[in-house]
Nanobody, 123 residues
Framework: VQLQASGGGLVQAGDSLRLSCAVS????????MSWFRQASGEEREFVAA????????YYGDSVKGRFTISRDDGKNTVYLQMNSLKPEDTGVYYC?????????????????WGQGTLVTVSS
């Protein structure tokens, strides 16, 4: 399976941005999906996850209430709607998939990763 993240860019603080992650293959509905981010010089950080059935979402504390993860199984795509962006949200955002875990925040539980899309939030 291949993951392709897109939608990053340069925005100002307070703006919104929506990231997309297109997943190849016919078994997208079998994958729990997540978003992680990595700022320069920092470790990869859990942002959000959505269960395989799409009914349960999980969020990192720093984005709770501002970001929303969703999935469209008909389009094999997972989204991350980011509102009220802050400069500390800057980083490379990665989508990840797992057939074994729903909602795990451990990046090592995800065998499938997209290439990352850069989000830069200016103050």
């Amino acid at each position: 399976v291949q993951l392709q993240a897109s939608g990053g860019g340069l925005v100002q603080a307070g703006d919104s941005l929506r990231l997309s992650c297109a997943v190849s293959g016919r078994t997208f509905s079998l994958y729990a999906m997540s978003w992680f981010r990595q700022a320069s010089g920092e470790e990869r950080e859990f942002v959000a996850a959505i269960s395989r059935d799409g009914y349960v979402a999980y969020y990192g504390d720093s984005v709770k209430g501002r970001f929303t993860i969703s999935r469209d199984d008909g389009k094999n795509t997972v989204y991350l709607q980011m509102n009220s962006l802050k400069p500390e949200d800057t980083g490379v955002y990665y989508c990840a998939g797992s057939r074994d875990y729903d909602g795990t925040r451990n990046p090592t539980d995800y065998p499938y990763w997209g290439q990352g899309t850069l989000v830069t939030v200016s103050s």
